[in-house]
């Protein structure tokens, strides 16, 4: 439970880079050995994957946009260096004078420890052909529910 919470602190990080529109939080929390796949189509670096935050940030900042994200998860899987994490996304966008909108899909991450702190190693995510929805982000669980992942 111990790992959890402290991969916890990471995702708070990512909560908050979305909330914030900091793409400087989002570079802090990843290995640059990153290994990014977007969509199930695409693979980037850590490079090019901060660049398209900062990018996406700013955008966003300059159209009026707010952008919130949170995490369920269906599985949680790690030992002392290493973290496998899966679930559901659940991504909301304002935009300027709209209303909200949502995005959906699921994730796998993989965590590394990097001088004693959680880093993101690979991302993956995809829509699955648009079937992720708020049923499947409703059936997985809140990332505060140790419990459901206590043997992991």
């Known amino acids: 439970m111990t790992n959890l919470k402290d991969i916890n602190k990471t995702w708070e990080k990512f909560y908050k880079a979305f909330d914030n529109l900091d793409y400087t939080l989002m570079a802090n929390i990843h290995s ?3 290994i990014r796949i977007s969509g199930g189509n695409r693979i980037t670096d850590y490079k090019t994957y901060i660049n398209n935050y900062k990018a996406t940030f700013d955008r966003a900042r300059e159209n009026k946009t707010s952008n919130t994200i949170a995490l369920r998860f269906f599985e949680r899987i790690s030992n002392d260096s290493t973290a496998s994490e899966r679930g559901v996304y659940k991504l909301t966008r304002i935009e300027n004078g709209k209303s909200p909108k949502s995005y959906y899909g699921q ?11 959680w ?9 699955e052909g648009n079937t992720i929805g708020e049923e499947a982000y409703q059936k997985a669980r809140d990332i505060n529910n140790f419990d459901a992942f206590k043997n992991n």
């Open 32 to 34: 640059e050995k990153l």
């Open 107 to 117: 994730f796998h991450v993989i965590f590394i420890k990097e001088n004693n702190t």
């Open 119 to 127: 880093k993101i190693l690979m991302d993956y995510d995809s829509s």
